[in-house]
């Protein structure tokens, strides 16, 4: 399955439901309101926290390469009354009509990207879109193995029409050398005597942060600070989620 496929069916059906609790939007309005305007989110998904920083009165745009996803995006934006511009794009291929002060991922979507070459195209096209002197936000982590004791434990939800809703890791591979963890997942949706089920890969790939900021520089970005969830400066050694800030070199 091509990367930009995962989030697509039953996925994105089972995305909403399973979904603990709704992206903080505050961090990302006030990166917003620092790096200036327009804005725009990558891996947008389905609205959070776009929708909100809309309703802030925040210029801000959303990419995705998931068209069921922002099919979802847009029937909440209806539902609430928020007007907001998508564009079904993959990160790697960027090509939007605007310059942005301000471009950034609401969580670790760029370790979705499969491969080093695919993330330099996806840094490439952020320092295309960046406005003189703005700024791009990238949150990177490097995954840990599912333990054993959570393969095959079932996550349940009830959708809108009580249909149930199942997601659990069926198998997990992790590749060191190539920095690749793949997690078999499987989805389940169950309504009646009707029942749907699909597994499929999820691979995330990670960045040692020397690596990160030799890709960036490749794309012709500079890495000007990283922080972890706090804010604060991060240690070189630092494992949790990192923050990185970037300008055009």
Same mark, same amino acid.
């Given at each position: 399955?091509?990367?930009?496929? &995962?989030?697509? %069916?039953? #996925?994105?059906?089972?995305?909403?439901?399973?979904?603990?609790?709704?992206?903080?939007?505050?961090?990302?309005?006030?990166?917003?309101?620092?790096? %200036?305007?327009?804005?725009?989110?990558? !891996?947008?998904?389905?609205?959070?926290?776009?929708?909100?920083?809309?309703?802030?009165?925040?210029?801000?745009?959303?990419?995705?390469?998931? +068209?069921?996803?922002?099919?979802?995006?847009?029937?909440?934006?209806?539902? =609430?009354?928020?007007?907001?511009?998508?564009?079904?794009?993959?990160?790697?291929?960027?090509?939007?009509?605007?310059?942005?002060?301000?471009?950034? @991922?609401?969580?670790?979507? &760029?370790?979705?990207?499969?491969?080093?070459?695919? +993330?330099?195209?996806?840094?490439?096209?952020?320092? *295309?879109?960046?406005?003189? !002197? %703005?700024?791009?936000?990238?949150? @990177?982590?490097?995954?840990?193995?599912?333990?054993?004791? =959570?393969?095959?434990? #079932?996550?349940? *939800? /009830?959708?809108?029409? %009580?249909?149930? &809703?199942? #997601?659990?890791?069926?198998?997990?591979?992790?590749?060191?050398?190539?920095?690749? =963890?793949?997690? @078999?997942?499987?989805?389940?949706?169950?309504?009646?005597?009707?029942?749907?089920?699909?597994?499929?890969?999820?691979?995330?790939?990670?960045?040692?942060?020397?690596? &990160?900021?030799? $890709? +960036? *520089? +490749?794309? !012709?970005?500079? /890495?000007?600070?990283?922080?972890?969830?706090?804010?604060?400066?991060?240690?070189?050694?630092?494992?949790?989620?990192?923050?990185?800030? $970037?300008? /055009?070199?």
């Amino acid at each position: 399955m091509d990367p930009a496929d &995962f989030y697509t %069916g039953i #996925v994105a059906e089972i995305y909403g439901p399973l979904k603990s609790f709704p992206q903080d939007h505050e961090p990302y309005a006030a990166f917003i309101r620092q790096a %200036g305007m327009p804005a725009l989110e990558l !891996g947008c998904g389905d609205g959070d926290p776009l929708l909100e920083l809309r309703r802030l009165g925040l210029d801000v745009d959303g990419v995705d390469s998931s +068209a069921d996803m922002l099919e979802r995006l847009r029937r909440r934006a209806d539902e =609430q009354g928020v007007r907001v511009t998508v564009f079904h794009q993959r990160m790697e291929a960027l090509n939007v009509p605007r310059r942005y002060g301000a471009i950034f @991922l609401a969580g670790p979507t &760029f370790t979705l990207l499969p491969d080093d070459a695919t +993330a330099t195209a996806a840094l490439r096209g952020i320092r *295309a879109h960046l406005a003189d !002197g %703005g700024t791009a936000l990238v949150p @990177l982590f490097t995954p840990a193995p599912t333990p054993a004791e =959570q393969i095959g434990r #079932v996550r349940t *939800a /009830v959708g809108p029409d %009580g249909a149930e &809703f199942r #997601v659990s890791v069926v198998a997990e591979q992790r590749d060191e050398a190539a920095r690749t =963890q793949t997690t @078999l997942l499987r989805y389940e949706r169950h309504h009646g005597s009707d029942s749907i089920v699909e597994d499929r890969p999820w691979t995330m790939h990670w960045y040692p942060r020397e690596r &990160f900021e030799e $890709l +960036a *520089a +490749a794309a !012709g970005l500079a /890495v000007t600070a990283v922080t972890d969830t706090a804010g604060r400066p991060a240690p070189a050694d630092a494992a949790e989620l990192l923050y990185f800030r $970037l300008h /055009v070199a």
